[in-house]
Nanobody, 118 residues
Framework: VQLQASGGGLVQAGGSLRLSCVASGYISSINVMGWYRQAPGKQRELVATITVSGRTNYADSVKGRFTISQDNAKNTVYLQMNSLKPEDTAVYYC?????????????WGQGTQVTVSS
């Protein structure tokens, strides 16, 4: 499984961005996809996840502002980020959990920088 993330950038507080993550390879093995973020000096944290059946989960800090969705025809997961705050500044990573011969495995895409100015 390969993941290609895009859509980051610089935005003012209160603005919006949409991140995209395109999956390729053995995508039928994917069970869950999600977005994580890592700010400088901090640990990587969960932002939102979505299962193949469409069940979603969000970090408390983004509930009501961010929406994760998927387009199965395009093998793409999106993260719509509204009402952005400076504390949302981080590198955002896409992750896919897939079943391999060795069991469940986490695949990571390259990060995309999101910077929110005050």
């Amino acid at each position: 499984v390969q993941l290609q993330a895009s859509g980051g950038g610089l935005v003012q507080a209160g603005g919006s961005l949409r991140l995209s993550c395109v999956a390729s390879g053995y995508i039928s093995s994917i069970n869950v996809m999600g977005w994580y973020r890592q700010a400088p000096g901090k640990q990587r944290e969960l932002v939102a996840t979505i299962t193949v059946s469409g069940r979603t989960n969000y970090a408390d800090s983004v509930k009501g502002r961010f929406t994760i969705s998927q387009d199965n025809a395009k093998n793409t997961v999106y993260l719509q980020m509204n009402s952005l705050k400076p504390e949302d500044t981080a590198v955002y990573y896409c992750k896919a959990q897939a079943l391999t011969r060795a069991g469940w495995y986490d695949y990571w895409g390259q990060g995309t920088q999101v910077t929110v100015s005050s």
